[in-house]
């Protein structure tokens, strides 16, 4: 059977988990009052005495039930309750002991630990149900806004159908500000609006005024928090004298350009119309309407989501409370538990539950047709289960990739491949593919084993990423796919080595890697629903937004891809060689030089080396553009310096002078200097002096302080790789290729090292600000008439 600590620890919510009942520490108070009871001094004395009352305990018991304790001498404990200095505040607890104790003062110290949990239970809960309330009013006007554009829109749409055969889609009449529509929208439409907009203006059709209550009839106003957020393009529009905003989130590349092209229109052209002083006349149509939906869908999905983890909040903690007054009873002896669990049950927390109902009814009428069961694919998404099979097939692949492998390394040392002495056609062609892939998909298992880590340190990856809990891969997903693809790829090269041995030279076994490489690639981009097909187009993606870069919106998942790819450079550049080899057609005539010799590639080979991280720094730019923290421009410095560090490094492969040596020296230990910084300070949070953890932070998710001082050393010591290309050491008679490797693969397990203590760092940064849910958002917003 499962301690209900370890339960209680495993179903709570990680962000909130300061927020809950200590359990742990009272069960801590708890064992130094059953220590004082069990005094050998007074356990001689005592023991008929407490055979006795063991005895007769079931019976006592019984009696003081049917007493039911109604008068204040027979009871143990009265439990003071004091009102509200403040709305913020609540009521607070204090228990008065009315009995003496074994040890009186262990018992006050307990009751008193116990009262400021429920006080703290209390507070939270009130302070977060209020947000959720807020919330969700904010949602509902939302909605109400939404649905009478929606009615206003298809008024419109019938009005412009039987008055005039117009091929634009049809427009909302009013007075529309857009930082959005691009400049040819503006002019296209211009006379257009000249003549229609106008006159539907004077039908005043009425579907901008604000929503009114229900009860009172008067008129509802945003919240004032609801501001502008930056890097968001609005339209601002005013009809009947309302003014509200539209603010579509710059998330995609179109938006993007729009709101650039717009603030760049503004400046150059008047943008005074003849229709009013308000701005330049545009359109709400149904696309801006359907953002609009989609923003408000999702808002109402991670409502719901909150509500949840505040039920799960208020049960845990209530069976909480059960758990330790009955050991508290089991202990003293005394009947404690039916006193102080009444005034739990009749607390703040335990005697509120507001609109979890409301809001589920709402998003199944207006987002699910009154289809319960397509609400509930939003609202409770089902989670994939790991299945049994998938551990079978794992040990199966793991088996054989092990043969495969075991075999290659034999035949490949009888063969001599690997050595200086070695077949050179082989190493230039051949070998960087193998080597490529080993790279790829090592990072991969690191990165399951991540997961393992997280999800044992209860590292809340999921919200972090914002993967959707029926698409993400498990940790046997990932080592599913590791050990697969590694069998394929081994098996591969070991065939095509075979017959490299026994003298087969022909165009089609040269072709075998490059085949291997295609086949992943269709893998990659196949469009049926096989081989976990969400997770690659969602790989997809990811590394789209990390190429446009600028013109996406940065999210964690995006910038934390970025790093990775910063970490596979070497990886990269074989990529890059492969490609030119097989394209070019050199496998036909095994001219392997002809890449190296062609002045454009050797051009592309400076482009791959710091492309990760301009595409890094690009996410800092577009960051610091989209929150306005200067950190982030610190942190671009940092890539940039990656960025010169790495030039340096190509340019004196080619030419290995005295003078790019000390640049080389120069800009790495700079590069190193700043990057340790960031690891350690900035992304892993270590290293504060005033920490109760000395060197280290307040919170830590390992027991163990010694693994963090290990972790930073490691760090330290794999950042100062790039040694390798001044040292030139080389590791017995292996090819400098294999040397080449072995680095790679050593700068790929600090990266997944790193990333552990990077989403450490993040999940504690969210649970110090108690951050569950997605705060998503909303399209429509109050604005003063000025």
């Keep these: 059977m499962v301690k209900f600590s370890k339960q209680f620890e495993g179903q709570l919510v990680p962000e909130w988990k300061e927020a809950f009942v200590d359990y742990w520490q009272l069960k801590k108070d708890l064992k130094k009052i059953h220590l004082l009871n069990v005094d050998p001094t007074t356990a001689t004395a005592t023991s008929t005495t407490t055979a006795t009352t063991t005895l007769l305990s079931p019976l006592l018991r019984k009696v003081s039930m049917w007493c039911g304790h109604q008068h204040r001498e027979h009871e143990v404990i009265q439990v003071h309750k004091k009102l509200a200095s403040s709305a913020s505040i609540g009521d607070m ?75 634009e889609e049809p427009s909302i009449s009013c007075s529309i500000t857009s930082e959005e529509e691009s400049v040819k929208d503006i002019t296209d439409q211009e006379q257009l609006q000249e003549s229609s907009i106008c006159e539907y203006e004077r039908n005043e059709v009425q579907f901008l005024e604000s929503p009114r209550s229900e009860d009172t009839g008067t008129p509802m106003k945003m919240k004032k928090e609801e501001v502008k957020m930056r ?211 090592l990072h991969l298992f690191l990165y399951g084993c991540n997961i393992v880590m997280w999800r044992r340190t209860r590292i809340n990856y999921s919200f972090i990423f914002e993967f959707s809990p029926t698409k993400e891969l498990k940790y046997s997903d990932v080592f599913l796919i590791c050990t697969t693809s590694m069998t394929v790829v081994v098996g591969v090269m070991f065939i095509h080595l075979s017959l490299i041995a026994r003298g087969h030279s022909s165009t089609q076994v040269h072709a075998i890697p490059g085949l291997l490489l295609l086949l992943f690639l269709v893998l990659l981009v196949c469009p049926f629903n096989i081989l976990y097909r969400s997770t690659r187009y969602h790989f997809i993606r990811v590394i789209r937004n990390i190429i446009l870069t600028p013109l996406y919106k940065v999210v964690m998942v995006d910038f934390f891809m970025a790093d990775q790819l910063c970490s596979q450079v070497p990886m990269l550049r074989s990529l890059e060689y492969v490609a030119c080899y097989y394209i070019t057609g050199s496998y036909k005539t095994q001219d392997y030089g002809f890449c190296m010799r062609t002045k454009n590639y050797r051009d592309l080979a400076y482009a791959v080396s710091f492309l990760p991280y301009y595409l890094r720094a690009m996410q800092c730019a577009r960051r610091y553009f989209d929150e306005g923290q200067t950190s982030h421009l610190v942190n671009l410095g940092k890539y940039v310096s990656a960025m010169l560090a790495a030039g340096a490094k190509v340019a004196y492969e080619k030419e290995r002078s005295v003078g790019w040596l000390c640049l080389v020296v120069a800009m790495s230990s700079t590069a190193t200097v700043y990057q340790l910084y960031w690891d350690f300070v900035r992304d892993w949070g270590l290293l504060q002096v005033n920490s109760k953890n000395p060197w280290l932070r307040n919170e830590l998710m390992l027991r163990r302080k010694i693994i963090y001082f290990l972790s930073m050393g490691l760090n330290l010591v794999l950042r100062l790789a790039w040694l390798q290309t001044v040292l030139h050491y080389n590791f017995g008679s292996l090819d400098y290729r294999v040397n080449g490797f072995f680095l790679a693969a050593l700068e790929v397990i600090r990266r997944g090292q790193w990333n552990f203590y990077r989403l450490e760092n993040e999940h504690l940064n969210n649970a110090g600000n108690f951050r569950a849910v997605k705060t998503v958002p909303l399209p429509f917003h109050e604005v003063d008439e000025d």
């Design 93 to 167: 607890y204090e228990t008065e002991l009315l009995e003496q104790f074994a040890d009186t003062d262990a018992a006050k110290e307990f009751f008193a630990r116990l009262d400021l949990q429920l006080n703290k239970v209390n507070q939270f809960y009130k302070a977060k149900e209020k947000e959720f309330v807020e919330r969700g009013e904010s949602l509902r006007k939302q909605m109400e806004i939404l649905i009478e554009l929606k009615t206003a829109l298809k008024q419109q749409r019938g009005q412009i159908a039987s008055s005039q055969d117009q091929k």
């Design 231 to 441: 890097s968001v393009s609005s339209k601002s529009f005013n009809c009947q004298g309302k003014n509200l905003k539209i603010n579509i989130p710059l998330t995609t590349p179109s938006r993007t350009f729009s709101a650039i092209t717009y603030l760049v229109w503004e400046d150059l052209v008047n943008q005074s119309k003849k229709c009013g002083p308000e701005g330049n006349k545009m359109n709400i149509n149904k696309t801006k309407l359907h953002h609009a939906e989609k923003m408000i869908r999702g808002a109402f999905v991670e409502l719901y989501k909150g509500l949840g983890f505040l039920k799960t909040y208020r049960n845990l903690n209530m069976l909480a409370f059960a758990k330790i007054l009955k050991k508290f009873d089991k202990v003293t002896g005394k009947q404690v538990l039916p006193i102080y669990l009444k005034v739990v049950e009749s607390s703040y927390f335990n005697s509120s539950d507001k609109f979890m109902d409301e809001v589920e009814e709402l998003f199944v009428k207006h987002f699910a047709e009154g289809d319960n069961r397509k609400a509930m694919k939003y609202l409770k998404p089902t989670q994939r289960k790991e299945s049994h099979a998938v551990t079978f097939f794992i040990g199966l692949f793991t088996g054989c990739f092990i043969a495969l492998f075991a075999g290659y390394c034999i035949m490949a040392h009888i063969a001599g491949m690997y050595t200086r002495q070695s077949d050179s056609v082989y190493m230039e062609t051949s070998y960087p593919v193998l080597s490529m892939f080993s790279l790829l998909f």
